[in-house]
């Protein structure tokens, strides 16, 4: 199996290379492409893979197979030697929330004695999984503010290789589980990790480091953040959605928690009122079917249809009739998706649940329910009011 020589371990900042291919082969995107050495960083460690060019051709995607890093591509790259470029902005992006993960974690560690356990770095957002649900709203600003104060002091980040043995005698972070050689990611005075991954020279290329979310999850803490490019991208978000809803309402951004929950009262307020006000609707139609109805067999059967805007008022009406004795509904709604509603006293004689069913087994849809009340729809329109005068049927 071919060696590649990874560049990145020393050099994260490395945008073009040359290479000689030690070996191609058929793969599942064309061909698998191995060089003698690469800038290419393969997905690991909760990083993404980088994005680029061998020869001027797409690198698909990338691979490790023990010493090697195979770059699968569409066709074989031509020339010797070959020349890589990596995707720039993609890469510093890598190294910038990285980078930024580390200071973090290591701030979680110093300023609650949190423990990162696991890290994804994704598209938008990166994030991390402590190993505590506790950290409440003041330990995570104070560990964000040590961050920032560690990317303000501008501090060296230095890479460097130590046997295993020699490794595991130091102070990391955590321990390391490789064998051999171990690539060491130092921020100076502050973190020692073991890391695989590509990493900004000093911690002020991180930019600001921005807690977005956090989220307890079976006895963990998820913390997701952004570093950088992205932090500025999330500012000018939020600026420009505060800017837009404090001109909507009317008001500066700094009042529109209590703007905003002073009309969410409101709005419940008014949606409790529209809710007895349709339900009191719904038991006066009721009311008024129910004596219209004539009584067959000592009981009253009332077969109504609504339109398709009506659909609450049709299921409060079926549930209100049933509210006066020996009583049957029949309701159904019509639209382009159709609901039937049955529904009975309590303790009729009837079952609304094996009557619905039945109904929607003839004319399609589905449902189901109770003796009492049944619900169901999915019909096609045209036949809904052949579907109700089945169920009467059945009664």
């Known amino acids: 199996m071919p060696k590649t020589e990874r560049l990145y371990y020393t050099d994260s900042y490395l945008r073009e290379f040359e290479a000689r291919i030690l070996k191609t082969e058929p793969g599942p995107k064309g061909f698998r492409v191995y060089l003698d050495r690469t800038a290419f960083y393969p997905e690991s460690g909760g990083q993404p893979m980088d994005f680029g060019t061998l020869g001027g051709i797409p690198v698909l995607a990338l691979a490790e197979e023990d010493d090697a890093i195979v770059h699968e591509m569409e066709r074989q790259p031509e020339g010797e030697p070959v020349q890589g470029e990596i995707d720039w902005p993609r890469r510093f ?56 104060q560690i990317v303000f002091e501008n501090r060296e980040v230095k890479i460097s290789f130590r046997p295993v043995a020699e490794a595991q005698l130091l102070d990391l972070r955590k321990p390391t589980l490789r064998d051999g050689e171990v690539r060491l990611v130092e921020i100076a005075g502050f973190d020692l990790s073991a890391c695989g991954g590509t990493h900004v020279s000093r911690t002020g290329a991180i930019g600001l480091i921005a807690v977005r979310k956090v989220e307890r999850m079976k006895g963990l803490t998820r913390v997701e953040f952004v570093c950088g490019g992205r932090a500025l991208a999330a500012s000018r978000r939020d600026f420009q959605v505060l800017s837009e809803a404090a001109k909507l309402l009317s008001a500066s951004s700094t009042q529109l928690p209590e703007l905003i929950a002073k009309q969410m009262d409101e709005l419940r307020a008014a949606n409790r009122a529209r809710e007895k006000s349709v339900e009191r609707s719904a ?59 049955f529904s009975q006293t309590a303790g009729g004689g009837a079952d609304m649940g094996a009557i619905l069913k039945q109904t929607v087994a003839k004319f399609g849809g589905k449902g189901g329910g109770t003796k009492d009340f049944a619900q169901g729809g999915g019909m096609d329109e045209s036949r809904l009011e052949e579907a109700l005068a089945f169920a009467e049927s059945l009664l």
Request: net charge negative; no cysteine; charged share 25%.
């Open 93 to 148: 992006d890598h190294m910038q929330q990285h980078t930024g993960q580390h200071v973090l974690s290591a701030a979680f560690e110093k300023a609650g004695e949190y423990k990162t356990v696991s890290f994804h770095l994704g598209a938008d957002v990166s994030s991390i999984d402590l190993d505590s649900d506790r950290p409440g709203g003041r330990q995570i600003n104070e560990a964000e503010d040590l961050a920032n």
């Open 283 to 341: 038991e006066i139609h009721a009311q008024k079917l129910w004596q219209s109805t004539p009584e067959q067999d000592g009981r009253r059967v009332v077969s109504h249809f609504f339109n398709e805007d009506e659909l609450q008022e049709g299921k409060k009406v079926a549930h209100a009739i049933a509210a006066h004795p020996a009583a049957i509904a029949l309701v159904g709604v019509k639209g382009k998706k159709t609901f039937l509603y």
